[in-house]
């Protein structure tokens, strides 16, 4: 069974520039989560989806951070305009039904802002 | 404000030895726990979990502990294995009321080298 797939595994961009990240979950996991990783700390919940329905995001940055997960499969997670501080690993996850709590993660999109 | 403290940013233990792993909570809210390992430039892959009605649960080598009252679980690994090398998260998630309400907070991680 293939795990969760991301791409691009790197990038990098001058500050300003829009990104975006894609993230294609575990075939038949409904829920999809974006986690942020910064250097030395765990991840941290960005937005949760089940099916295509932002159930959780709160912590996410909305003036410049957008997410869809427009037919409930794969998903988008943009940055417009980067910052310097966007610098990170970016994780996507999936898990089979909002009850049931492993997650499975993607091998993360590390992101650098020059 | 940290919700779950891993103090030990590294711990380095000889093959064959137990590796003991700890994390604090401060939420009392919790209910399930997990462990994550993450080897370099991959995502973390779950390890084994433990429900906050059980003290103990045991998955081969690995063996997780939960302490209530001192808010404090604990990961044993025995005996250490060189591919037990890697970065170990512990996370808390508060499914409570709201049954689905998954979302994991992380620990910062404790970077294990197992020693030949």
């Known amino acids: 069974e293939a795990g969760v797939v991301q791409s691009p595994r790197y990038k990098i961009i001058e500050k300003k520039q829009p990104v975006a990240f894609w993230c294609n979950p575990i075939?038949?996991?409904?829920?999809l989560y974006w986690y942020l990783q910064n250097l030395g700390q765990g991840p941290e919940l960005l937005i949760r989806y089940e099916n295509e329905e932002a159930v959780d995001d709160s912590q996410l940055p909305k003036d410049r951070f957008s997410a869809e997960r427009l037919k409930g499969v794969d998903s988008t997670l943009k940055i417009q305009p980067a910052e310097l501080g966007d610098s990170a690993v970016y994780l996507c996850a999936s898990s089979l039904d909002s009850g049931f709590n492993e997650q499975f993660f993607g091998p993360g999109t590390r992101l650098t802002v020059l | 404000d940290q919700q779950v403290k891993q103090n030990s940013p590294s711990l380095s233990v000889q093959e064959g030895r137990i590796s003991i792993l700890n994390c604090d909570y401060t939420?009392?809210?919790?209910?399930?726990f997990l462990w994550y390992k993450k080897y370099p430039a991959e995502g973390p892959t779950f390890l084994i979990s433990i429900s906050s009605i059980k003290d103990k649960n045991e998955d081969g080598r690995f063996t997780v502990f939960l302490n209530k009252s001192a808010k404090h679980l604990s990961l044993h690994i025995v005996p250490s294995q060189p591919g037990d090398s890697a970065v170990y998260f512990c996370?808390?998630?508060?499914?409570?009321?709201?049954?689905?309400?998954?979302?994991?907070?992380f620990g910062t991680g404790t970077r294990l080298t197992i020693i030949p």
């Open positions: 075939s038949g996991h409904n829920t």
């Open positions: 939420n009392s809210m919790f209910d399930y």
């Open positions: 996370a808390a998630s508060d499914s409570g009321k709201n049954f689905g309400n998954e979302k994991l907070t």
